[in-house]
């Protein structure tokens, strides 16, 4: 007679244990404050700082230390006004979309395009690709 006691705990211990934790991870999601500037563990619609379409592209230069070619700077053009002054993550990508480098910083409050330096320098021949996300 004591083992469908026991198996009863164990049930109602496991189902109030299941509705704490599903409760409360529900409210920290609940909690989470997303605006159309920012992203987070949730979705919202993000609305885009301009319209027009960004271009990036990439000068290298050679390495005697590599050797090689390298790429240290990217170059950002087509900025609209609308984009002035915000924060800017420029990714260099290689292989498997792997990030090879990044560089942050803000974007200028004046003019269509900006420049960002790699330090170091990454390896020209694993660039296959740029990532530019404006932020802000």
């Avoid at 004591?2 to 509705?19: G, S, Y």
């Avoid at 934790?21 to 609305?47: I, K, M």
């Avoid at 609209?80 to 990044?102: F, M, P």
Wanted: some cysteine; charged content about 10%.
């Amino acid at each position: 007679t004591r083992r469908p006691d026991r198996t009863m705990k164990r049930l109602l211990f496991t189902a109030i244990a299941a509705l704490l934790t599903f409760g409360s991870t529900y409210g920290l999601a609940a909690s989470l404050n997303l605006t159309t500037d920012s992203l987070g563990a949730a979705e919202a619609t993000v609305a885009a700082c301009q319209a027009g379409t960004l271009t990036a592209t990439y000068a290298t230069n050679y390495s005697a230390t590599l050797p090689g070619y390298t790429v240290g700077t990217v170059t950002v053009n087509g900025l609209a006004a609308t984009c002035y002054g915000k924060a800017y993550r420029i990714t260099l990508s290689g292989a498997a979309n792997a990030s090879l480098a990044e560089a942050t910083g803000t974007t200028p409050s004046s003019g269509t395009s900006f420049a960002a330096t790699f330090s170091p320098a990454v390896d020209a021949v694993s660039v296959t690709g740029i990532g530019v996300v404006i932020s802000g």
